[in-house]
Every structure is written in structure tokens, then in C-alpha cells.
């Protein structure tokens, strides 16, 4: 069942960390692009952390395909929004 939840979450979750990518990017630190690197690849990290993490979540319990597919491109997507907001421009 969460496969084919995961079919139609996946093109989406990656509109999504282009979203993320392109705002860190733009960003303008004193510390230079390292930081922003490292604070992208975090993102990515935490991103399918949390993605596996429901995964595992629905495979144990009665938790709902359709939640634990679609929840870390909600959360992740409000962090996009909020980044796209406050990126220079």
C-alpha cells in the first residue's frame, strides 16, 4: 500500500528539495559556500530520515500509507516556502 502512495510522493519530494537547494544556495554567508553545502546535504539527510522513519512506522503499526507518504513533503514543504520567503534575491 504505501508503494503506491510512494509513486506519486516521489516526483514531488524532489520539486520540492530543488525548492530547498535553490533557496540555501542563495543565501549569502560570511563563512562561504561550505556552510550552505553542509547545511543543504543536513536537509537531505533529515529529509529521508524522516522518510524512512514512516516508512518503518507504517510496516510496524497501523499508521497510514497515505500519511507516512505524503507528512515529510508537508513539513518539508512549509521548510521550502519559508526558505523560498526569506532568500535574497
Known amino acids: ?7 506519486w510522493s516521489i516526483p514531488v ?5 530543488t525548492l530547498i537547494a535553490v533557496a540555501v544556495s542563495s543565501f549569502k554567508r560570511r563563512g562561504g ?37 505524503w507528512l515529510p513533503l508537508i513539513l518539508f514543504g512549509f521548510l521550502a516556502f519559508f526558505l523560498l520567503r526569506h532568500a535574497k534575491r
Open 1 to 7: 500500500m504505501l508503494v503506491r502512495h510512494k509513486r
Open 13 to 17: 519530494s524532489s520539486f520540492i528539495l
Open 33 to 69: 559556500m561550505g556552510v550552505n553545502l553542509a547545511f543543504g546535504i543536513s536537509l537531505g539527510f533529515l529529509f529521508i530520515f524522516f522518510d524512512k522513519i514512516f516508512g518503518v512506522m507504517v510496516n510496524k503499526s497501523s499508521f497510514s500509507p497515505f500519511l507516512a507518504a
